[in-house]
């Protein structure tokens, strides 16, 4: 008897250590090495043999929603069942890309769902409030009917439902900014408010998902559209309590700050963060971007880059030395500077025109977007790399202005626009 219960321990200590990973496998025939799956916040890297394929087990508590690297391909996992990948097309993994194992039903069912979700239809931003708020409603009953028509078991039809929820509410999130092109007086009423406020934004287990970091994000921007950075940061403070998406959102609204504005209020934005983010990674990341715009702060010299004239003479900004540098950054995909800036630009340099200064516009691109500027006074360039000028001086929206010193030091990099503000930065420096 004593040996018969021993056996039957034994057996249910197997069955749970079995239960606490996945089978991966597959045949990769991509020409890359590795393949890795990222669960959660941990990354899983399994080696290509030389016939192309990979085998191995992840440790997994229950079941989760995994990413497929570097194919981006969004898997569901599931501890004691096994899953595998079949590939021979990166260009085009809708066709090559192929499931087996008990997990395949589950995971034909995702691909299937991304690509019916990437299919964008801007129809839907012209539909009036209340018929695109019934639309999504309806999207949300409808993909919910079906996935439960899949019978694909209970542990992830109740987490596919949350998923589904919250692609709609992404989807959802971008309408008021969407539906002003069609309506230009529109304003969100309470249904709306009332439909996007019904998602939780203190859902951490969404929070490894792109559609519903997206979604929060918005959602903080759309409540907080009129918030100084300052009331933003105390919004999230106030209503955020899931110390996870609390860290994801102080973090993202402070380093997209930055990226856009520079140091502005660093000091106050920064204590915050130190003092409320507790996921350090971030924080890494926002030093990093803060130590890469002390490197613009004025009195920096200023990086140099390559350029081209209006008759096609190589040259660097260096060479421009001897005179203070007000810049213009432009590029063609924003259509034509506005009139009103051009003429600004215009009284400036007529009025400044007997002083110690350049003006000079820069254009993004190919010589012949130089056109597009000809008529503004003062000279004009190329700016050969432009991936690397705006990763250098942190360029993100544009017209973008600066003023750099005659000896080539910067004065701001982000200079007011050529009107009664820039007149009073030039009188700074003694124009």
């Known amino acids: 008897m004593r040996s018969f219960v021993g056996i039957i321990i034994i057996i249910l200590f197997v069955a749970c250590t079995r239960n606490k990973s996945v089978q991966v496998s597959g045949r990769v025939e991509t020409g890359d090495t590795v393949v890795y799956f990222q669960v959660n916040d941990s990354l899983h890297k399994f080696r290509l043999d030389e016939k192309h394929y990979f085998s191995g087990k992840i440790e997994l508590e229950k079941g989760t929603y995994a990413r497929f690297i570097p194919y981006s391909i969004q898997v569901f996992l599931t501890p004691g069942e096994d899953l595998e990948i079949s590939m021979n097309n990166v260009r085009n993994v809708s066709n090559s890309l192929q499931f087996k194992g008990t997990l395949s039903a589950i995971n034909t069912y995702l691909k299937e769902q991304q690509n019916r979700y990437f299919i964008y239809d801007p129809n839907l931003y012209?539909?009036?409030?209340?018929?695109?708020?019934?639309?999504?409603?309806?999207?949300?009953?409808?993909?919910?009917?079906?996935?439960?028509?899949?019978?694909?078991?209970?542990?992830?039809?109740?987490?596919?439902r949350e998923r589904?929820?919250?692609?709609?509410?992404?989807?959802?999130?971008?309408?008021?900014?969407?539906?002003?092109?069609?309506?230009t007086l529109y304003k969100p009423g309470?249904?709306?408010?009332?439909?996007?406020?019904?998602?939780?934004?203190?859902?951490?287990?969404?929070?490894?998902?792109?559609?519903?970091?997206?979604?929060?994000l918005n959602y903080i921007y759309y409540k907080g559209?009129?918030?100084?950075?300052?009331?933003?940061?105390?919004?999230?403070?106030?209503?955020?309590?899931?110390?996870?998406?609390?860290?994801?959102?102080?973090?993202?609204?402070?380093?997209?700050?930055?990226?856009?504005?520079?140091?502005?209020?660093?000091?106050?934005?920064?204590?915050?963060?130190?003092?409320?983010?507790?996921?350090t990674s971030k924080m890494v990341k926002i030093?990093?971007?803060?130590?890469?715009?002390?490197?613009?702060?004025?009195?920096?010299?200023?990086?140099?880059?390559?350029?081209?004239?209006?008759?096609?003479?190589?040259?660097?900004?260096?060479?421009?030395?001897?005179?203070?540098?007000?810049?213009?950054?432009?590029?063609?995909?924003?259509?034509?500077?506005?009139?009103?800036?051009?003429a600004e630009w215009k009284k400036l340099v007529e009025e400044y025109k007997d002083k110690n200064i350049l003006f000079a516009t820069f254009c993004m691109g190919p010589s012949q977007w130089l056109g597009q500027v000809k008529n503004l006074p003062g000279e004009h360039y190329v700016v050969n790399n432009t991936y690397a000028f705006y990763s250098r001086y942190m360029v993100t929206v544009m017209p973008r202005y600066m003023l750099i010193d005659p000896e080539g030091r910067i004065v701001d990099v982000d200079a007011p626009k050529p009107s009664s503000s820039a007149k009073l930065l030039l009188r700074s420096v003694g124009l």
Not at 127 to 149: G, W, Y
Not at 168 to 180: F, G, K, L, N, T
Not at 191 to 216: G, H, K, P, T
Not at 233 to 245: G, H, P
């Open 164 to 183: 589904i929820r919250y692609r709609v509410a992404e989807q959802a999130i971008h309408y008021p900014r969407s539906h002003v092109a069609f309506d």
């Open 225 to 279: 559209q009129n918030f100084s950075m300052r009331r933003l940061v105390n919004y999230i403070r106030s209503n955020v309590n899931s110390v996870k998406v609390r860290d994801y959102l102080l973090s993202e609204v402070v380093y997209n700050y930055f990226q856009e504005n520079g140091l502005k209020d660093a000091d106050y934005l920064l204590a915050v963060c130190w003092n409320e983010v507790s996921d």
């Open 287 to 342: 030093k990093q971007l803060v130590d890469r715009w002390r490197e613009l702060s004025p009195g920096a010299t200023a990086p140099n880059i390559s350029l081209q004239d209006s008759n096609g003479k190589a040259l660097y900004l260096k060479d421009l030395r001897g005179k203070f540098l007000y810049i213009s950054v432009w590029a063609s995909s924003y259509g034509e500077m506005d009139r009103e800036v051009q």
């Open 126 to 160: 012209k539909l009036n409030e209340k018929d695109f708020v019934n639309r999504m409603r309806e999207n949300i009953n409808t993909s919910t009917v079906l996935l439960e028509a899949k019978n694909l078991g209970e542990e992830f039809t109740k987490q596919e």
């Open 190 to 216: 309470v249904l709306y408010d009332n439909f996007v406020s019904e998602f939780d934004i203190n859902n951490e287990d969404m929070l490894a998902f792109d559609c519903y970091q997206r979604f929060v």
